[in-house]
């Protein structure tokens, strides 16, 4: 048996920001509007750092199967060259 979910999804940063600016719009009073967009900016901030961020673990991960395939290919290569002189 499954169990129940008891808390629902949480929204992705995207809509979170966007509501925080819809908000923002309909507060308009002092600090408390300036404050929302403040936050859906930094909303925004943070998930472009953690594409970036993704984008280059990709690119790393990318990098290190390259390095292993090589580093292979040379202990191959060096086990061949050692069995031939023996």
Known sequence: MSRPQLL???PSGQETAKFL??????VAIGQSASYLRHAAGLIDELIERVRHSEDLLRDQIADRAGDLALRDRAEAGGGARRTRAA
């Open 8 to 10: 629902p999804e949480s």
């Open 21 to 26: 600016r819809r908000f923002s719009e309909l």
